[in-house]
């Protein structure tokens, strides 16, 4: 997830916990395609809060952290949920701080498109390293 998304390695603790969650948020075979919660508590856990890992957010800068002539929006990376709805856990590459916020604006499409960039390269990667064989 950590290349995918072309982000920092000493991220990787986030991109381990945000694994587990959505693991434990997906169904299991051996549960007769239900999620443990489910199973647990018997109601139907909603996923309606997923994002992508590493996906882009824009920040609002509060009033009175924000000083003249500085940007009102700050540029975070998402990294995780949190238990609270409505709250992500957040990583700013400026002031290199992991922060919860609730008020911010996600930009998935830039990390979907990263991730199908990266994938179109290892693929022509795998082509080139790949054995040739001649056809009869």
Same mark, same amino acid.
């Given at each position: 997830?950590?290349?995918?998304?072309?982000?920092?390695?000493?991220?990787?603790?986030?991109?381990?916990? =945000?694994? /587990?969650?959505?693991?434990?948020?997906?169904?299991?075979?051996? #549960?007769?395609?239900? !999620?443990?919660?489910?199973?647990?508590?018997?109601?139907?856990?909603?996923?309606?809060?997923?994002?992508?890992?590493?996906?882009?957010?824009?920040?609002?800068?509060?009033?009175?952290?924000?000083?003249?002539?500085?940007?009102?929006?700050?540029?975070? =990376?998402? /990294?995780?949920?949190?238990?609270?709805?409505?709250?992500?856990? #957040?990583?700013?590459? !400026?002031?290199?701080?992991?922060?919860?916020?609730?008020?911010?604006?996600?930009?998935?499409?830039?990390?979907?498109?990263?991730?199908?960039?990266?994938?179109?390269?290892?693929?022509?990667?795998?082509?080139?390293?790949?054995?040739?064989?001649?056809?009869?």
């Amino acid at each position: 997830m950590l290349h995918d998304q072309c982000l920092l390695l000493h991220l990787w603790d986030e991109a381990c916990n =945000i694994m /587990v969650y959505v693991q434990n948020c997906s169904p299991h075979q051996i #549960l007769e395609m239900k !999620t443990p919660e489910e199973v647990y508590s018997g109601k139907r856990l909603d996923v309606g809060h997923f994002r992508i890992f590493g996906s882009l957010v824009y920040c609002h800068v509060t009033k009175d952290a924000w000083k003249k002539l500085e940007p009102t929006l700050k540029l975070g =990376i998402f /990294v995780w949920y949190t238990y609270t709805p409505h709250n992500y856990r #957040l990583y700013f590459p !400026t002031s290199k701080m992991t922060v919860i916020r609730r008020a911010f604006r996600f930009d998935e499409e830039k990390g979907m498109r990263i991730s199908l960039e990266r994938e179109i390269e290892l693929h022509a990667e795998e082509e080139i390293l790949a054995p040739k064989t001649k056809e009869h």
